[in-house]
């Protein structure tokens, strides 16, 4: 039920009488319609984390990097200390 | 699809499954809230990379599952209006009431349409004027901005034909309802991740505290989950209860203000009644007093009598993690999806479903458990 899917904001819709800004949405190849009314700051480009035709969120892309890079580093430092 | 797929990886899952092994010293017990959580759970195995220290019970998260049966009736009843065209998304055309389902009434010749978004209905209330169409806004706080925004634009168009029928639950409410329950096990929950990408985690500061219990908000891919986990269990051990954000890249701590914005202008907070659970005091919202025209209940009076769950169903138990659902005689036999007795066999998201799709069932001779073949019938 609370779905939100990250897609990623291609186009924005300017149509003259809008109650609300409009973007078009690339899903991994599928495009969709998306109200950006409560994410004002999306731009093209953006990642926008969409939830039944809102945009709920704009992806924070260094913050999505930190897990992996956590990982890595404590990786390396398993490889460093040895077995 | 970019941030999702690399959230699904198995190699980086089984290194934060070893981090969580090395954290876990004692047994501890952690609630995921939202229904959207247990199925990646269950789904994707998760419980079997977890040390035998963690257990992870089901929360109450599934907006589907807990709407109560009346609504359910009321919904039916007001589909089956002549010149009615009834809105609702996928998931509650299953959901049975009394004696039958929206798609039943369908079936039998009622205009009930699938939507994806609440503004489709409103796109329909446009294109058939002389029809009334009711939409079923059913939700937690992640819908509540989206049903709360299509209330505003039919209003703002003077859309008269236009109502909704409002089944909104929040979260908060139902996590002190489980907290202050005397059977309660919970040491710490994993917060909904969408519900806090609209509402952000400030209002979970003062239940962590109160109550003492660590609150991680956690989103909704394998990772997500096991960082959650890794967080919650690493506070546990520590002795820390804090609110913390695992689900970083999509929730910030204040949340999305336009859109707490638009839902205080439209509903208010107001009583609501969770099927399996009761009513909990301030749990739901209702529209406001400017919007009440809208409201498909007071529109559509129909009569609905008070309904009695199965007494055979335990799902008061399970959607308060007291209960795994195998525990229950009737899963997977008098209880399956098709033919569900109660609330969490109801959605994909609830705890059952999840439990009879995935065939997750105890280990013989053992405390934990294994995934074993989905159950025949």
Not at chain 1, 9 to 32: M, Q
Not at chain 2, 159 to 172: G, Y
Not at chain 2, 351 to 375: F, I, K, N, T, V
Request: charged content about 25%.
């Amino acid at each position: 039920m609370c779905l939100a899917v990250p897609g990623k904001l291609v186009s924005l819709i300017e149509e003259e009488g809008l109650n609300f800004r409009r973007g078009k949405v690339d899903f991994g190849g599928v495009l969709k319609e998306v109200c950006l009314a409560y994410t004002p700051e999306a731009a093209v480009g953006d990642y926008v984390l969409v939830h039944v035709g809102f945009s709920l969120s704009v992806v924070d892309q260094a913050e999505a990097q930190k897990i992996f890079e956590t990982l890595r580093e404590m990786e390396q430092l398993e490889e460093l200390e040895g077995p | 699809m970019k941030f999702l797929d690399e959230y699904r990886e198995s190699a980086t899952a089984t290194q934060l499954a070893r981090l969580i092994r090395e954290t876990a010293h004692r047994p501890w017990t952690l609630m995921e809230v939202c229904g959207g959580q247990t199925h990646t759970i269950v789904k994707s195995g998760l419980m079997d990379l977890l040390p035998s220290e963690i257990t992870l019970v089901h929360g109450p998260g599934c907006p589907v599952c807990v709407t109560p049966v009346e609504l359910i009736d009321k919904s039916i009843a007001i589909a089956a209006l002549p010149g009615t065209i009834f809105c609702s998304f996928g998931d509650m055309l299953r959901v049975p009431g009394s004696s039958k389902s929206l798609l039943d009434v369908k079936a039998s010749g009622a205009d009930v349409r699938i939507v994806y978004s609440p503004l489709d209905a409103v796109k329909l209330a446009r294109a058939y004027p002389s029809r009334e169409i009711v939409f079923f806004a059913v939700g937690f706080e992640t819908t509540a901005p989206a049903n709360a925004m299509a209330v505003w634009q039919a209003e703002r168009e003077g859309i008269r034909n236009f109502s909704v029928l409002v089944a909104h639950v929040l979260v908060p409410p139902a996590m002190e309802a489980i907290l202050a329950s005397p059977n309660c096990r919970i040491h710490a929950f994993l917060a909904a991740g969408h519900v806090c990408t609209v509402m952000g985690w400030e209002e979970y500061e003062p239940i962590s505290q109160r109550w003492h219990v660590p609150i991680v908000v956690t989103g909704f891919e394998p990772l997500d989950l096991l960082e959650g986990v890794q967080m919650a269990v690493a506070q546990l051990e520590q002795g820390r209860a804090e609110v913390e954000n695992q689900y970083r890249r999509a929730v910030r701590r204040e949340g999305n203000r336009p859109a707490q914005a638009r839902i205080a202008e439209v509903f208010e907070v107001a009583p609501r009644k969770w099927r399996g659970i009761g009513e909990i005091p301030l749990s739901g919202l209702r529209l406001r007093e400017r919007y009440r025209a809208f409201d498909a209940e007071e529109r559509f009076p129909v009569g609905v009598g008070v309904v009695e769950e199965s007494s055979e169903c335990i799902a008061g138990l399970v959607l308060q993690g007291l209960k795994k659902p195998f525990e229950c005689p009737a899963f997977g036999t008098r209880c399956t999806p098709e033919f569900p007795l109660g609330a969490p066999m109801v959605s994909s998201e609830g705890a059952c479903a999840a439990y009879y799709l995935y065939g997750r069932r105890p280990c013989e001779g053992s405390e934990s458990e294994l995934p074993s073949a989905a159950p025949s019938r």
